[in-house]
C-alpha cells in the first residue's frame, strides 16, 4: 500500500540529507547570511553545536510573514523565474538554493528565529519538531538596523537515534570551525566570528575585496608562514578565471589539509584538486610532501554544476580539462617566476635550531619544524649537521689549508650526459655584493658554499643547487629534442582486465608521443612494441600496471610524465650534480650562484629540500646578543 508521508517526516527525512552534524547546520545558516547581504556574522556554539548554536547577521532581514515562508520547505529567495515563467537550475548565483535548510533544522531542533528587515518591526518565530508559533513581535538588538538572528537549541532531539552517530564534543567543535573558516577564506569583505562555549575561538576583521585582502585573510587562516610565502595566481582561459595563492615548494606539509578549492566562491571539497596541484608540484616535493594553496575557480555559472549533492560540497564541470589544465599551467608558471626563492621558513627553522637548549626558557617548547620535515639539515640542537664523506684527509686543518682548484672542474661529472650547458664557466671576481644571492666567501667540509650579500649571508648546500640546475638542463633538451624511444627486441605482453587495457589503450596516441608505443594484444592485454631510451632497461609492466591504475583514479596521464621527471631527477642527483666532497675554488662557487639565480625553481633540489638558508645580519646580531 503507497502511503503520502506526512510533512514532519519528510522535513526529518531531507535533514538526515542536508544536515547530518552541526556544521552542515551552521554552514546552510552562515551561507543564508552572506545571500542575505551580510557584512558582518557572528556564530555562537556550545556542546559542538548540539546542545546550541547561534547565527547572527547584519543581512537585509525578513519580515513576519516571510520568516513563515522562509519554514516552508523548497521556499526561496534566491531563485527567480525568467521571461518565460521557467527556473533556470543552471543559472545559480547564490550560495544556495534549495529551500530545505530552514525547515530541515527546524524538523530537528528547537528553533528561535528572530529577524528585522528595513522599515519593519522585528518579529520573531519558535519551531519545535515542525510545530510553529508565531510571528509575533519581538526587540531587536541585532549586529545592523537590519539583519536575523537564528537559535537553534538541541539539535537531533526529535531524532535520537541521529545523536548516537554524533562524535565528540570536540570533533563536532572542529568541523563548526573547519566550515566557517572555509566560507570566511571564500569572503575577506565580511567580518566573521566564532565563539565556543564561551571562549572566543576566532575574529576575523572584514578587509577590503582586493588580493591584499583576500591574503590578509588566508595569512590569518593558514597562517604568517603562509601569507610570507605566498606567490600570487591569476590567469584566465576560456571563460573560466583562475586567482588565488599558493605557496612556495620549501613551504609544504605532510598531508593535503591546507589545500582549498572555491568555486564561484562556493568551498568544495574535489577530488580532482588533489591530482592537480600534485601534478603542479611533482617537480618540486617529495612524493609524501603536500604544498598549500588557496584557488578560486570563477566562471559562467552555467559551465559548472552546484547541484551535484545536498550539501553543496561537490561540482562538476563542464569541461574539467579546460580547468584542469588552467590550475596546472597557471601554478606552474607562477613558481617558475618565482625564480630561486626559498620560504622564509628556511631561515626561521635554522634559526630556531641554533638556540639551543642553553638558552631557551624552560617553558618553551622546541620549535617544530614547519617544511621538509625529512631534510638531511639541521641534525642536532644546535643546528649543525653531520659531516658528509670528505676528500682525504689533509696533514693540516681543512681551513689552512691552500686552496686548490678543482682538477678536471665540473665537466667531466657531467660529460656523459652530454649538458655542456651546465657546466661551471669561470666568471670575473665580481666587485659588490649586489647579486641577490651575494658573492661567494668560503666552502665549508667540501659541502657548502657561504656567500656575502649586501645584508646577510647565503649558505648553499652545493650538491643540492647543482642537482636542480642539471636536471632543468636536462628538462630543457628533453624538450627540445623530443622524446627518443628504443624499439624491444622482443615485444612484452602485459595482462590486464579488459577495463585497465581499454584505458591505456585510449591513450595510445598519448603515449607514443612519450615514447611508449603499445597496441592492443587480444582482449584484456596490451602489447609494448618500444619504451623511452631514456628510462633504459625498464619494467615496462609494472609501468602499464600503474598507468592503468592512475588512468582509473584521476582520469589523467599523469604517471608517465611523472616517471620521466623522477628518473631525469634521479640522474641529475646521482650522476650530473657536483657531489658533497668536491672542492670548488672562487670562479665555481660564483658560477654556481649566478646560474643558480638564472634558473627557475632553484630554491629547492629535486627531492623539495631547500638548497639554500639566507640569514639576515639583524638575525645574526640577535643570536649573539648585539639586539
Not at 8 to 13: C, E, K, S, T
Not at 96 to 102: M, S, Y
Not at 350 to 361: D, I, N, V
Not at 592 to 615: D, I
Request: some cysteine; aromatic content about 6%; hydrophobic content about 40%.
Amino acid at each position: 500500500m503507497i502511503r503520502q508521508l506526512p510533512p514532519d517526516a519528510v522535513n526529518r527525512i531531507a535533514a538526515g540529507e542536508v544536515v547530518e552534524r552541526p556544521a552542515a547546520a551552521v554552514k546552510e545558516l552562515v551561507e543564508n547570511a552572506l545571500d542575505a547581504g551580510a557584512r558582518a556574522i557572528s556564530v555562537t556554539i556550545e556542546g559542538g553545536g548540539l546542545k546550541r548554536l547561534i547565527v547572527e547577521d547584519d543581512g537585509c532581514g525578513m519580515s513576519g510573514p516571510e520568516i513563515l515562508m522562509a519554514l516552508e520547505r523548497h521556499a526561496t529567495s534566491k531563485l527567480a523565474p525568467g521571461e518565460d515563467g521557467r527556473i533556470d537550475l543552471l543559472n545559480i548565483h547564490t550560495m544556495g538554493f534549495r529551500g530545505e535548510a530552514l525547515p530541515s533544522i527546524a524538523s530537528v531542533s528547537r528553533m528561535t528565529l528572530t529577524s528585522k528587515a528595513d522599515g519593519e518591526d522585528a518579529s520573531e518565530v519558535f519551531v519545535e519538531a515542525g510545530r510553529v508559533e508565531g510571528p509575533k513581535p519581538a526587540a531587536w538588538a541585532g549586529r545592523g538596523e537590519t539583519g536575523t538572528r537564528i537559535e537553534v537549541r538541541d539539535l537531533f532531539h526529535a531524532t535520537p537515534a541521529r545523536l548516537k552517530f554524533m562524535k565528540s564534543e570536540r570533533a563536532e567543535t572542529m568541523a563548526v570551525t573547519d566550515a566557517v573558516k572555509r566560507l570566511a577564506m571564500a569572503n575577506a569583505d565580511v567580518s566573521i566570528s566564532l565563539e565556543s562555549n564561551g571562549r572566543n575561538v576566532f575574529r576575523y576583521a572584514a578587509h577590503q575585496a582586493t588580493p591584499d585582502g583576500d591574503l590578509e585573510r588566508l595569512g590569518a587562516i593558514m597562517g604568517r608562514e603562509f601569507r610570507e610565502n605566498a606567490l600570487a595566481i591569476e590567469s584566465e582561459r576560456d571563460g573560466v578565471t583562475l586567482t588565488g595563492f599558493a605557496g612556495l615548494p620549501t613551504l609544504n606539509r605532510g598531508n593535503a589539509q591546507y589545500q582549498f578549492l572555491f568555486v564561484n566562491g562556493r568551498p568544495v571539497k574535489d577530488r580532482m584538486l588533489t591530482g592537480v596541484i600534485r601534478a603542479a608540484y611533482q617537480d618540486f616535493l617529495a612524493r609524501d610532501r603536500h604544498p598549500m594553496a588557496a584557488l578560486f575557480v570563477d566562471c559562467d555559472p552555467e559551465l559548472v554544476d552546484v547541484n551535484v549533492h545536498p550539501a553543496k560540497t561537490e561540482v562538476r564541470f563542464r569541461d574539467a580539462g579546460n580547468v584542469r589544465g588552467l590550475i596546472i599551467g597557471t601554478l606552474r608558471h607562477t613558481l617558475a617566476a618565482a625564480g630561486h626563492r626559498a620560504s622564509t621558513t628556511v631561515a626561521g627553522y635554522a634559526l630556531g635550531k641554533m638556540q639551543g637548549e642553553e638558552t631557551r626558557p624552560k617553558d618553551q617548547p622546541l620549535p617544530q619544524p614547519s617544511v621538509w620535515d625529512r631534510s638531511s639539515l639541521f641534525r642536532d640542537s644546535y643546528g649543525s649537521t653531520p659531516p658528509r664523506p670528505q676528500a682525504p684527509s689533509q696533514p693540516m686543518p681543512d681551513w689552512a689549508a691552500p686552496q686548490q682548484p678543482a682538477s678536471s672542474g665540473v665537466a667531466e661529472d657531467i660529460a656523459r650526459y652530454d649538458a655542456p650547458s651546465a657546466r661551471f664557466e669561470p666568471q670575473p671576481e665580481p666587485t659588490q655584493h649586489d647579486f641577490p644571492l651575494g658573492v661567494a666567501r668560503a666552502q665549508l667540509h667540501e659541502t657548502y658554499v657561504v656567500a656575502q650579500t649586501r645584508d646577510g649571508i647565503v649558505i648553499v648546500d652545493q650538491h643540492a643547487a647543482h642537482e636542480r640546475l642539471v636536471y632543468e638542463q636536462m628538462k630543457a633538451q628533453m624538450a627540445a629534442d623530443g622524446v627518443k624511444r628504443q624499439a624491444l627486441l622482443i615485444p612484452e605482453v602485459v595482462e590486464l582486465t579488459e577495463d585497465e587495457a581499454a584505458r591505456v589503450l585510449d591513450r595510445a596516441d598519448e603515449l607514443a608521443e612519450m615514447g611508449l608505443e603499445i597496441e592492443a594484444f587480444g582482449a584484456g592485454a596490451v602489447c609494448v612494441r618500444a619504451t623511452p631510451a631514456l628510462f633504459g632497461n625498464m619494467d615496462a609492466a609494472g609501468l602499464i600496471k600503474d598507468l592503468a591504475d592512475d588512468f582509473a583514479e584521476y582520469e589523467e596521464g599523469l604517471a608517465l610524465k611523472e616517471r620521466f621527471e623522477d628518473i631525469m631527477g634521479n640522474m641529475a642527483c646521482k650522476g650530473g650534480a657536483v657531489r658533497a666532497g668536491r672542492r670548488l675554488n672562487a670562479d665555481e662557487m660564483n658560477a654556481l650562484l649566478r646560474q643558480m639565480e638564472a634558473t627557475p625553481y632553484s630554491g629547492q633540489c629535486n627531492h623539495g629540500r631547500p638548497t639554500y638558508v639566507e640569514l639576515k645580519l639583524a638575525d645574526i646580531e640577535k643570536l649573539f646578543g648585539r639586539r
